[in-house]
């Protein structure tokens, strides 16, 4: 049963533009939430991350935006680069704990 | 500083055989997790190791999977009697244990059961 859904597969964006990639969950006892990124070949590495407590949380280029009355959260970058084509990971944990419960991904492409 | 590593970075074994998959977390990282991606599918909890502590299993599918952490650091996943569905990627984490939600990846050892 995925808990985490990201229901776009892939995303095209012109670089300079802005990229917004979606997630949704359906467990409410979820009280943090990252987002990952991947490159061919390579692990997740940590982008960015919210606490249920906020609905905002910025880091330079990168903004991570929930809304708890939606389950929902995105990530936007803000202008997209060509070295921002990636997998997107959308994750989740339950008392901030440690077994992150993943998205299937949305791959990203930014156009020159 | 040196990231975490597994080997092989590739595994082709006939179905039925066993496998050994090796992690070696970052250094001081008293957290080591084991995940695996399906075709296709988000990243699927297996295990974790914190410390000395008794590792939380729960994730593992099936009592053919059972994992081992040597000396707090280096840990290996062991899958008997392997599957076709055993195939997958498998990706092991470590951190810090102020902050075990921000794990740090391996690059995965891509298991093919044929």
């Known amino acids: 049963d995925q808990q985490v859904k990201q229901n776009s597969p892939s995303l095209s964006v012109q670089e300079g533009r802005i990229s917004i990639l979606n997630c949704d969950y359906t467990n409410s006892m979820f009280d943090y939430f990252l987002w990952y990124k991947k490159y061919p070949a390579e692990g997740p590495t940590f982008l960015i991350s919210i606490s249920s407590i906020k609905d905002k949380n910025e880091d330079g280029r990168f903004t991570v935006f929930l809304n708890k009355s939606a389950k929902h959260l995105s990530l936007h970058i803000v202008p997209s680069q060509p070295g921002d084509s990636a997998v997107y990971f959308c994750a989740a944990s339950v008392n901030s704990g440690y077994a992150l419960n993943f998205g299937k991904g949305t791959s990203l492409l930014v156009t020159p | 500083g040196a990231g975490v590593s597994q080997s092989p970075s590739n595994k082709v074994t006939e179905k039925g055989k066993d496998v050994e998959l090796r992690c070696d977390p970052i250094?001081?990282?008293?957290?080591l997790y084991w995940y695996r991606q399906s075709l296709g599918q988000g990243l699927e909890f297996l295990i974790y190791?914190?410390?000395?502590?008794?590792?939380?299993k729960s994730g593992l599918p099936s009592d053919r999977f059972s994992a081992e952490r040597t000396g707090g650091s280096v840990s290996t996943l062991t899958i008997q009697r392997t599957q076709q569905e055993d195939s997958a990627v498998y990706l092991c984490?470590?951190?810090?244990?102020?902050?075990?939600?921000?794990?740090?990846f391996g690059p995965g050892t891509r298991l093919t059961v044929t």
């Open positions: 984490a470590s951190s810090p244990r102020r902050a075990d939600y921000e794990q740090y």
């Open positions: 190791f914190q410390g000395n502590s008794a590792p939380d």
């Open positions: 250094s001081g990282h008293t957290a």
